[in-house]
């Protein structure tokens, strides 16, 4: 794999930072779910391992995606939110919700979520499409 | 990590299928580069190796997001397109490559393109933001 450094591919640079299954599941909890800290990770329904999740969490930590603070109420623990470049993911997150919704017959996205998330196609997608024969729905 | 029977999260759905840095590599090569055949992909600068790209393609053809066709000119080999559901990436391809323009001071992606890929914020992203005190930019 290659470092950041490494590569400006706008798709290779961004997945050799979010570009994990566990890294985007917990942005999902946090963007989506609200989760804060450490153990509400570990309790999503995936089972991510400790290990991989403290992995994880420093990665994202220091590709200022996410930040962290000490809990006032625990001391002893921290409390995980997304910095503006996290907040940036949501598109991300959200065109693959669409993809799943459209795509995996039992989805669990609410249907009136996600016809919140129809968009016109931009010019770019159809023009790609088009390449391909695909029809311009 | 959970199958795709498992789970119907519409995050951690698609994860299962396509959230491997790989498989979206492969893609990328696909959509945006009009690869077609084995030794393309094995060709990108990323340098995959050949039995994690094997291993890739299969899964993405089992997933029906790719197909693959014998190569009329040399019998031997095949031809990988993207099907109606891999062409349905495109949006998640799209929001990846407007993430890393607009946090990658290096990108490579052309500042004409990244401008097509500019888009009103949807409702559903001003409320998660706004729950997050973020600026609504």
Same mark, same amino acid.
């Given at each position: 794999?290659?470092? &950041?450094?490494? &590569?400006?591919? +706008?798709?290779?640079?961004?997945?050799?930072?979010?570009? #994990?299954?566990?890294?985007?599941?917990?942005?999902?909890?946090?963007?989506? @779910?609200? !989760?804060?800290?450490?153990?509400?990770?570990?309790?999503?329904?995936? =089972?991510?391992? &400790?290990?991989?999740?403290?992995?994880?969490? @420093?990665?994202?930590?220091?590709?200022? %995606? %996410? !930040? =962290?603070?000490? #809990?006032? %109420?625990?001391? !002893?623990?921290?409390?995980?939110?997304? &910095?503006?470049?996290?907040?940036?993911?949501? +598109?991300?997150?959200?065109? %693959?919700?669409?993809?799943?919704? !459209?795509? #995996?017959? =039992?989805?669990?996205?609410?249907?009136?979520?996600?016809? @919140?998330?129809? =968009? +016109?196609?931009? #010019?770019?997608?159809?023009?790609?499409?088009?390449?391909?024969?695909?029809? @311009?729905?």
């Amino acid at each position: 794999m290659l470092s &950041t450094h490494e &590569t400006h591919c +706008p798709i290779a640079f961004a997945l050799n930072i979010f570009g #994990d299954h566990w890294s985007l599941l917990i942005m999902r909890d946090i963007l989506f @779910q609200k !989760k804060k800290r450490y153990n509400e990770f570990l309790n999503s329904e995936e =089972k991510i391992s &400790t290990n991989i999740l403290a992995d994880r969490l @420093q990665r994202l930590e220091a590709n200022r %995606i %996410i !930040k =962290k603070k000490r #809990d006032t %109420i625990d001391g !002893k623990s921290f409390i995980y939110s997304p &910095t503006d470049k996290g907040l940036d993911l949501l +598109p991300v997150l959200l065109s %693959i919700v669409r993809w799943s919704g !459209k795509h #995996d017959a =039992k989805t669990g996205a609410p249907a009136s979520f996600l016809r @919140q998330l129809e =968009k +016109p196609m931009n #010019d770019i997608e159809r023009k790609i499409r088009s390449e391909f024969g695909a029809r @311009q729905v």
